[in-house]
T-cell receptor, first 107, second 115 residues
Framework: RKEVEQDPGPFNVPEGATVAFNCTYS??????FFWYRQDCRKEPKLLMS???SGNEDGRFTAQLNRASQYISLLIRDSKLSDSATYLC????????FGAGTTVTVRA | DGGITQSPKYLFRKEGQNVTLSCEQN?????MYWYRQDPGQGLRLIYY???????QKGDIAEGYSVSREKKESFPLTVTSAQKNPTAFYLC??????????????FGQGTRLTVV
């Protein structure tokens, strides 16, 4: 079993829609979690950190469910500029990443 | 400007040659990491270092070597033993992993093509 697994997508949504996807992790001792955004052929950029049950930043909400060992990312009122690959990362004392979820927002 | 600098951005090498990728950070971060990304794939951890003069293998260390002689620098050597070296290589740094609210930041990456 992979340490970090994500919904691969792709999620193809219209502008203004809400999209949500999950990331599961295998190490129950993991202490912190992150969502990164990666644009094509660029480096990942930190979107949100999740240390307790959840975090909200504008249109983006991240939730953590320790009992079921997953985190989720919800994007409200999607914009064209939200089109990207979203990577989940887990601090399991060596910072492991999922394979990414591709989101495409169409006009 | 604080940040992580990877060089070069693009690198071409002949098969069978060793090549070293540079990663320097001026964020005063203790921890540094090397990842490999193949097209359409996620990030796979090659090596990581939590402190100067110490480093650990990640999930795909075979065919790679690293050193951490200075806090600011974590060079990665892709050796001829690496079967499929063509990939996008990303370096990152963070505060120590034992710190709960650590956050990692990435350099711009090096695209290595072996011909």
């Amino acid at each position: 079993r992979k340490e970090v697994e994500q919904d691969p997508g792709p999620f193809n949504v219209p502008e203004g829609a809400t999209v949500a996807f999950n990331c599961t992790y295998s190490n129950s001792a993991s202490q912190s979690f992150f969502w990164y955004r990666q644009d094509c052929r660029k480096e990942p950029k930190l979107l949100m950190s999740v240390y307790s049950s959840g975090n909200e930043d504008g249109r983006f909400t991240a939730q953590l469910n320790r009992a079921s060992q997953y985190i989720s990312l919800l994007i409200r009122d999607s914009k064209l500029s939200d089109s990207a690959t979203y990577l989940c990362a887990v601090n399991d004392y060596k910072l492991s990443f999922g394979a990414g979820t591709t989101v495409t927002v169409r006009a | 400007d604080g940040g992580i600098t990877q060089s070069p951005k693009y690198l071409f090498r002949k098969e069978g040659q060793n090549v070293t990728l540079s990663c320097e950070q001026n964020l005063n971060h203790d921890a540094m990491y090397w990842y490999r990304q193949d097209p359409g794939q996620g990030l796979r951890l090659i090596y990581y270092s939590q402190i100067v003069n110490d480093f650990q293998k990640g999930d795909i260390a075979e065919g790679y070597s690293v050193s951490r002689e200075k806090k600011e620098s974590f060079p990665l050597t892709v050796t001829s033993a690496q079967k499929n070296p063509t990939a996008f290589y990303l370096c990152a740094s963070s505060t120590p992993l034992r710190v709960v609210n650590t956050e990692a930041f990435f350099g711009q990456g090096t695209r290595l093509t072996v011909v």
